[in-house]
């Protein structure tokens, strides 16, 4: 798997590629939107499709902390999920964080060269551990 | 509520009041009148949540994300927003069945559908059967008969944020559950239709979600499935309403399984396609994730899974879990004022029979009334009056247990998935002084 931009995967969200999508559903579309506003009920437009549809998902800032590692974290963590997948997590002791890493990429098959996935790793201990979470 | 819980509770309040006492003395002048109550009673609304818990459990009912407000659904607490995981907040309990707009949320990958065509759209049963069928919307509500069951929907990792030690995954608090009647076809009904082979083991199950990951992987596809001679087949339901109306986007339009009894790991969202297998499904979903231990209630420790050696299981059937819902304790109670205590209980196994309370920290139980009965699989309500006579600090456990007998302990539950919590609950309570 090459490294994805959200763009990228919204295109192929769009377009309905993908080895199992024989019907043309809309997948994984979202966009950026700020904390604290409440959505209202859309109103639909009457038409003869069969398209049942929402808009997008709304994204969220996750707030990964400063520091070095930080944008190969917020990259490559980011071509499958948000990276609020990490600032979820309660403190985390390091080899737990060095097992997530592996598991990324050995388990799901995430592409991250070897020194990156060493970089993220010790950027996640740097920041996320029970000694080092602020 | 757990030592560190009271822990935190004090030490909120006595930074509450040094920071009230620290306005009053530095800037008299300009202090509004409510500094001059005391600390106390200005707690709620000075305290802000922190971003995460730990390394300590989660003293809260909920997790502490942000909320939200995602298409179709009610403002939610955020755990993550791509793919979009959402919990219920407590006050949705209140009553037997959880709206659709607060149901909780939970997908494993990104590509999650944001429309889905019902022109195009078809429920596939395939595989090892002698008819392969692929049914429209129009299909289900017109050509099989109808069925509605009310069931409760409970993520295998509800409750994972108060396990000691805490185990990465998604942090939920308690509100990774629901409970809906759920309308549609039976499941059996659309494997009698495709007319299944000799052979046929069990049944996969997978929807419209995709992922990013590479072919073959649990990061492309999500995918269960469920043994064949399982007794649950005959009551899975293929369900395209939720409460009498379409399912939310989020939970799973068009249709979504209901494996009464079970974990929602079961109950595919935008389901299309029912595969008939005659070999053991070997993805990732099910060999690797959403497993326990093979011991009494899937408790182990984290030295006998670093020894190796635990054997595991799929999970399965939800254990018995019930909550105390109200009063939240968000307030005092004057001594000698009757409250009604309200919550909900379930079972995936039977029937609630019997909720239990305690205020003497377990050593006596008052029954609670049970309120109206959905079903096996449902909610059960409950309540019971409760007068605390003197002012103080009180801990209210609540208990329950099914009709095959299967009850809670006031013991924790560990094992590295973070599933399967049920340990009694407590909530405290302050009641104050009325003269």
């Known amino acids: ?134 | 509520m757990t030592e560190s819980g009271l822990g935190r509770a004090d030490k909120l309040s006595r930074r509450a009041l040094l920071r009230t006492v620290g306005i009053a003395a530095g800037s008299l002048a300009t202090a509004p009148a409510f500094n001059l109550f005391p600390a106390s009673a200005q707690e709620k609304a000075s305290t802000e949540l922190p971003n995460f818990t730990g390394p300590g459990a989660n003293p809260h009912w909920n997790s502490v994300g942000p909320i939200i407000s995602e298409p179709q659904k009610a403002p939610l607490i955020l755990l993550t927003d791509r793919p979009v995981q959402l919990e219920t907040p407590r006050n949705y309990f209140a009553s037997a069945f959880t709206p659709n707009e607060a149901f909780y949320v939970r997908w494993h990958l990104d590509r999650i559908p944001n429309a889905v065509d019902l022109k195009s759209w078809r429920l596939r049963i395939e595989g090892n059967v002698s008819s392969p069928q692929a049914l429209s919307m129009g299909d289900l509500l017109r050509k099989f008969r109808a069925e509605t069951i009310a069931a409760v929907n409970q993520c295998s990792g509800n409750s994972r944020n108060r396990l000691q030690p805490r185990v990465p995954g998604g942090q939920w608090g308690n509100g990774a559950m629901g409970n809906a009647r759920w309308t549609g076809v039976k499941l059996r009904d659309l494997l009698n239709a495709a007319g299944m082979k000799s052979g046929s083991l069990q049944v996969q199950l997978q929807g419209l979600e995709q992922g990013e990951g590479p072919e073959g992987m649990g990061s492309r596809a999500f995918m269960k499935s469920l043994d064949l001679d399982n007794p649950v087949i005959d009551e899975c339901v293929v369900a395209y309403a939720m409460n009498g109306e379409p399912l939310p986007m989020l939970n799973g339009f068009p249709v979504r399984l209901v494996v009464p009894g079970y974990f929602a790991t079961y109950w595919m969202k935008c389901l299309t396609w029912i595969r008939v297998l005659d070999k053991a499904d070997e993805n990732f979903w099910m060999k690797t994730a959403y497993r326990i231990p093979d011991t009494p209630r899937g408790t182990t420790t984290p030295e006998a899974v670093k020894a190796g050696g635990v054997k595991t299981v799929p999970i399965g059937r939800l254990p018995v879990r019930s909550f105390l819902i109200s009063p939240d304790g968000g307030g005092k109670i004057p001594a000698g004022m009757g409250v009604t205590l309200r919550g909900v209980a379930f079972s995936g196994f039977s029937r609630i029979a019997k909720v239990e309370i305690s205020d003497d920290d377990l050593k006596t139980w008052k029954t609670a009334q049970l309120g109206e009965d959905f079903g096996a699989y449902s909610f059960r309500t409950w309540d019971l009056p409760w007068t605390p006579k003197t002012a103080g600090k009180y801990s209210i456990a609540v208990r329950a247990t099914d009709e095959k007998g299967n009850g809670q302990l006031d013991e924790p539950v560990w094992n590295s998935g973070g599933y399967l919590w049920n340990k009694v609950e407590r909530q405290e309570f302050v009641v104050g002084a009325a003269e």
């Open chain 1, 1 to 134: 798997m090459k490294l994805r931009t959200l763009c990228l995967g919204l295109l192929i969200g769009a377009t309905g590629i993908g080895c199992v999508a024989i019907v043309e559903h809309q997948l994984g579309t979202y966009s950026a939107q700020n904390l604290g506003k409440i959505s209202q009920p859309a109103k639909h437009e009457l038409g003869d499709d069969g398209l049942y549809g929402v808009g997008d998902y709304p994204t969220f800032e996750a707030g990964l902390a400063e520091g070095a590692g930080r944008a190969e974290t917020q990259i490559y963590c980011s071509s499958c999920h948000t990276p609020r997948y990490i600032t979820m997590q309660p403190p985390l002791p390091a080899a737990t964080w060095d097992a997530e890493v592996q598991k990324m990429v050995k388990t799901f098959g995430a592409t991250i060269p070897e020194a990156d996935a060493q970089k993220i790793a010790q950027y996640l201990h740097e920041h996320y551990t029970p000694e080092t979470r602020k």
